[in-house]
C-alpha cells in the first residue's frame, strides 16, 4: 500500500553529506520544509511537494509533529534474568563499580540469575524490553550476549535474540560477548576460560550464525591485553565482525592493538589518549559513546568527544542498556547528556543516532535517513523545533513510530 505523510512540522531527513558523517558534515541535518513524504510497502519512494493527494494514497497526518530516522541504538544488552537495582543505591553510598564486582554483584550477579532462567522468561521479558524501545523511537538496536559466560548459556541467549528479531518489529543486529567477563568458575585459572572461547566457543557460534560480531571487554577485572588479543585474532579466523568495549574505566593502550583487527565499534572510548584518538580520526571505526554509563556509575571523566569530532573521528551514541551500569533505554536522556557533559550540538547528536549508528551496523545504505529507497522507519515527535529533543530532559518526544511502513506505536495521537 502507497501512504502519503502529510501536515510534518517539518522532516529532518538527514540525508546530506558522505558516510559516515565527521568532523563538519556531524552538522548537516537536511531539514526540508513543507514537503510529505511518500512511502511504498517498506520503503521511502519520494520526498514531494504538497500538491493534492492521489486518490489512491493512503493519508498519515501527521499534524504539525517533526518527523525524522528511527533511531539505530548500536550498543545494548537487552536480554538477562534478574535485576540488579541494589548496586544502583550502593553506588550513591560511595561503592564503585569494581568494588560492588568484587563483593559478588556486578556482571557475575546477572550471570547467576541468567543461567537460572529459562528461554521462554528469557523471551517474555526481551519482548516487554522491545516494546519499550519501540515506544521511545529505537527502531534498530545491536543486541550483546554476555550474561551467559558458557556456551550453552551464550547459545540461549543468542537464540532468544534471534527470536526476538523475527518475531517483532524490532530489527535486531546480534553480537556474542562471551568475553564480557571470566565466569566464576574460572576465576583461579582465566587462562582456561580464554582457551575456551577462542577453541570452542567462538568457533561454533561463529558456524552457527547466531552472531553477527564478537565483542570483548577489555579491562581490569575483565581480560587482559594479552587475553584480548586472543580473542580478537580468533574472531578473525572465525570471520565475525569485532566490535569492542575498551577505554572505559581505565587507560590500558588496547587501542592500538585493537586497530590490527580493525574494529567495526569501539565503545566507551572515555580514557583514550590524545594519540588513540589520531588512531581512531585515521580509521573506518566507529566510536561509540556511552554518557548514560558514566552518569550511573558517578563517573567525573567523559569521553573527550570535542576532540574526537575536531580530529575527523566517526562518533555515535548509543544507551548501553543494561540491568547494572545503565538501565536507560531512552535515547533522548542519552541526548541530554550528549548536550550536558560531552558538549555535543543538537545535530551532531541527531547524526550520531541515526546515520553514523546505521554506519556501524552496516546498513547506512538503507536505514537512519528519511532518503527515497531507503527503509521507511521513521518516527513523529510532538515538538515545535528539534532545539527542544535534549532540552525536555527525561521526556519522550514520540507520539508515533512507523516501521517498514507500518504503524507499530502511537500515543494519544489521532
Not at 498519515?60 to 536480554?79: L, Q, R, S, Y
Not at 571487554?217 to 572465525?238: D, H, M, P, R, V
Not at 563517573?299 to 545503565?326: H, K, V, W, Y
Amino acid at each position: 500500500m502507497r501512504k502519503r505523510i502529510i501536515n510534518s512540522g517539518g522532516i529532518i531527513s538527514l540525508q546530506q553529506g558522505e558516510i559516515p558523517r565527521r568532523k563538519k558534515e556531524l552538522n548537516l541535518t537536511g531539514v526540508i520544509n513543507h514537503k510529505d513524504v511518500i512511502v511504498e510497502d517498506e520503503k521511502i519512494l519520494d520526498i514531494v511537494g504538497r500538491s493534492k493527494p492521489d486518490k489512491s494514497d493512503f493519508l498519515v497526518d501527521a499534524k504539525g509533529m517533526w518527523i525524522m530516522p528511527g533511531i539505530v541504538d548500536a550498543h545494548t544488552h537487552p536480554i538477562f534474568g534478574g535485576q540488579r537495582y541494589n548496586e544502583f543505591y550502593l553506588r550513591a553510598q560511595g561503592k564503585s563499580y569494581l568494588e560492588i564486582a568484587e563483593q559478588g554483584g556486578g556482571i557475575l550477579s546477572t550471570v547467576e540469575q541468567t543461567r537460572c532462567s529459562n528461554p521462554e522468561i528469557l523471551y517474555e521479558k526481551g519482548v516487554r524490553i522491545i516494546n519499550k524501545f519501540l515506544e521511545l523511537g529505537t527502531t534498530t538496536i545491536e543486541a550483546k550476549s554476555g550474561y551467559g559466560l558458557s556456551l550453552e548459556d551464550e547459545v540461549k541467549i543468542l537464540s532468544v535474540i534471534r527470536d526476538l528479531n523475527k518475531n517483532t518489529k524490532m530489527d535486531i543486529f546480534p553480537t556474542f560477548l562471551g568475553a564480557h567477563s571470566v565466569p566464576r568458575e574460572y576465576k583461579s585459572n582465566p587462562q582456561d576460560y580464554v582457551k575456551l572461547l577462542c577453541d570452542r566457543m567462538i568457533p561454533e557460534i561463529a558456524s552457527s550464525r547466531l552472531a553477527d560480531y564478537l565483542d570483548v571487554f577489555c579491562e581490569k577485572g575483565a581480560f587482559s591485553i594479552e587475553q584480548t588479543e586472543k580473542i580478537l585474532n580468533s574472531a578473525k579466523l572465525n570471520k565475525l565482525k569485532i566490535r569492542m568495549h575498551a577505554e572505559q574505566l581505565s587507560h590500558n593502550e588496547i587501542v592500538p592493538v585493537a586497530m590490527k583487527y580493525s574494529p567495526v565499534s569501539l565503545d566507551h572510548g572515555v580514557m583514550v589518549s590524545p594519540q588513540d584518538i589520531q588512531l581512531l580520526a585515521k580509521s573506518s571505526t566507529t566510536v561509540i559513546l556511552l554518557p548514560g554509563t558514566e552518569i550511573v556509575l558517578n563517573q567525573t571523566t567523559f569521553a573527550p568527544a570535542r576532540e574526537m569530532i575536531e580530529q575527523g573521528c566517526i562518533i555515535a551514541l548509543a544507551t548501553d542498556f543494561n540491568p547494572g551500569s545503565c538501565p536507560i533505554q531512552s535515547m533522548w536522556l542519552i541526548a541530554s547528556f550528549a548536550v550536558l557533559k560531552l558538549n555535543l550540538t543538537i545535530a551532531e547528536i541527531l547524526n550520531a543516532i541515526t546515520v553514523n549508528a546505521a554506519y556501524s551496523l552496516g546498513i547506512a545504505d538503507k536505514v537512519g535517513q528519511i532518503k527515497p529507497g531507503y527503509q521507511a522507519d521513521i518516527i513523529f515527535l510532538d515538538i515545535d523545533n528539534p532545539l527542544e529533543i535534549p532540552y525536555w530532559i527525561g521526556a519522550n518526544p514520540v507520539k508515533a513510530v512507523m516501521k517498514k511502513g507500518q504503524i507499530v506505536y502511537q500515543r494519544n495521537y489521532g
